[in-house]
């Protein structure tokens, strides 16, 4: 009934345009309306002047950390680094054959095959992300595509098509084909003439009817255009039977059962849109860059336990975590990266404003676990290469290596990597029940391979991790706009630094320009002091 249309909001608008246009519609959309912009990077700081003899005192060796002191010891500062770990890199980290998992009350020791690894943290480096490209470009780090999406992977919802997985190809094209039908349906039948103009109108038909693979009659069904884009029950060939044969499409509940525009929505976050790229031979490549400038100055296994400041300087107090020798620390300046899951239990002299806002910022969890198989049967079985088969299961997913694409023996599969509920309920197994819940749950994208070509598995629960306690922020805009300038503003001689401290949350990328915003107002505080 036309007396009950409701003018779409804002938001539904974007929705809309990010299910039906695709992600590129949407980003374009979102910037026109000042929602999404790129990357503020646009070249390394030029921090110049430095007084002869400042010093500043950097804690956590993450990315973040080596970054500021990279770019400030070629300012001309004093830098030091103080690391818990014996690592650098924080969550800038590969699991191969021989590390161990250290979590609170488990040890792993991964048993992969040389060459093979699993990135417990980030995995993946969107195209937009220019300091993270600009690093890896400077500091000699070679990066491979990461294979983001598979429309020959599954979909999976235990309630949909009894359970069984269905390709994400011949869901997503149903999908567009049913909404097509229906809104050339509702435009034939003028239920959208207050809407769109006679003109609009005219354009929107054409375009569902393209865009959908609608006949004559604007019905979606089986067909050989339909064919082209879903794929084929008899697929081209040569000779007498070379004909194609169509498959049959889903029925419109059938495609909604699948919940389809999840995955829809996800490909079409500004964030994880192609292209993407990866640190080839693992995602600690590029922390091991960063060391490889910065080593000289990082002092690991030194576990903080008191920051302290005056108008003189700071002071960082601390014991070494193998001896348990105490000691101290000064400089001028400090850049603090601990995450804010694990500053706000130490005693820091900073304001009350700023010890608030580390207390209101939880930390959200995740898991992963990487399944090493003795042959890659996903390729040579389902011609799946790359990309990520989704579940509603408690492991979120299976993704497939992108690297080594056709090459003989055992490959290391994601055979888990949720956030939410599933993340908690697999952090609270054992490192041993999560491997076999991992196998139980993904066997069923592959249930005649996945357990037989088994060999071994590791596991990595950022929540019992005991150096960040979960595995990245979480703000909300509530929260932010309580506590995010109280946290990222300098105080005194001290700033924070790290992707807490960012609004690009949870990547590398807000990591860095955390870093590179906060030694430029370093700089500018010693210059002017």
Not at 503 to 511: H, I, R, T, V
Not at 516 to 527: P, S, V, Y
């Amino acid at each position: 009934m036309l007396d009950h249309f409701t003018a779409p909001t804002r938001r539904d608008l974007l929705r809309v345009i990010g299910k039906v246009g695709g992600g590129a519609a949407l980003y374009q959309t979102m910037t026109v309306l000042g929602h999404a912009a790129e990357s503020h990077f646009t070249g390394p700081p030029q921090l110049t002047g430095a007084r002869p003899g400042a010093s500043v005192l950097v804690i956590g060796a993450g990315l973040a950390g080596m970054l500021a002191a990279y770019e400030l010891t070629k300012a001309g500062y004093k830098v030091q680094i103080l690391e818990l770990q014996g690592r650098a890199g924080g969550r800038n980290m590969t699991l191969r054959g021989g590390d161990t998992v250290n979590e609170l009350g488990s040890v792993q020791k991964v048993g992969f095959a040389p060459g093979n690894y699993l990135n417990p943290g980030p995995w993946r480096i969107p195209y937009h992300h220019r300091t993270v490209l600009h690093y890896c470009k400077e500091l000699g780090v070679a990066l491979e595509p990461f294979m983001q999406s598979n429309h020959n992977a599954f979909i999976h919802r235990k309630t949909a098509f009894g359970g069984k997985p269905q390709r994400y190809r011949d869901l997503t094209i149903d999908f567009k084909g049913h909404v097509s039908e229906l809104l050339g349906k509702a435009l034939n039948a003028g239920a959208l003439d207050a809407a769109v103009t006679p003109e609009d109108k005219a354009r929107l038909l054409e375009a569902m009817r393209s865009w959908g693979v609608l006949d004559k009659n604007m019905t979606y069904g089986k067909s050989e255009k339909v064919g082209e884009q879903r794929g084929w029950e008899r697929p081209p060939g040569g000779g007498v039977n070379g004909a194609p044969i169509p498959n049959d499409p889903f029925g419109l509940s059938e495609t909604l059962d699948s919940k389809i525009w999840d995955q829809l929505g996800f490909f079409a976050e500004h964030a994880m849109q192609t292209s993407m790229f990866q640190a080839k031979g693992g995602m600690d490549r590029i922390g091991k860059a960063f060391q490889a400038r910065v080593g000289k100055t990082i002092r690991f296994n030194t576990r903080i336990t008191k920051i302290a400041q005056d108008e003189k300087g700071v002071t960082a107090s601390w014991t070494d975590a193998i001896t348990g020798a105490a000691g101290e620390t000064k400089a001028d300046w400090m850049v603090c990266t601990i995450p804010a899951s694990i500053l706000g239990q130490i005693d820091v002299q900073i304001a009350d404003t700023k010890k608030a806002a580390l207390k209101a910022l939880p930390y959200g969890n995740s898991v992963k676990i990487g399944l090493e198989m003795k042959r890659r049967f996903w390729e040579t079985e389902d011609a799946i290469y790359g990309g990520s088969s989704f579940t509603d299961q408690a492991i979120g997913l299976v993704s497939y290596p992108g690297h080594g694409c056709f090459s003989d023996g055992p490959a290391v599969l994601l055979g888990a990597y949720p956030f939410g509920v599933g993340a908690y309920v697999l952090a609270g197994m054992t490192p041993e029940r999560r491997i076999q819940a991992a196998l139980d749950q993904g066997a069923v994208f592959h249930p005649a391979h996945y357990k037989a070509e088994f060999s071994n598995g590791a596991s990595l629960a950022w929540s019992r991790m005991p150096w960040i306690l979960g595995c990245c922020a979480t703000w909300t805009e509530e929260s932010r706009a309580a506590h995010y300038q109280n946290l990222v503003s300098m105080d005194g001689r001290i700033v924070l630094a790290g992707e807490h401290c960012s609004y690009y949350g949870c990547w590398q990328e807000g990591a860095l320009l955390s870093s590179l915003d906060a030694i430029t107002r370093l700089h500018q505080r010693a210059l002017a002091g």
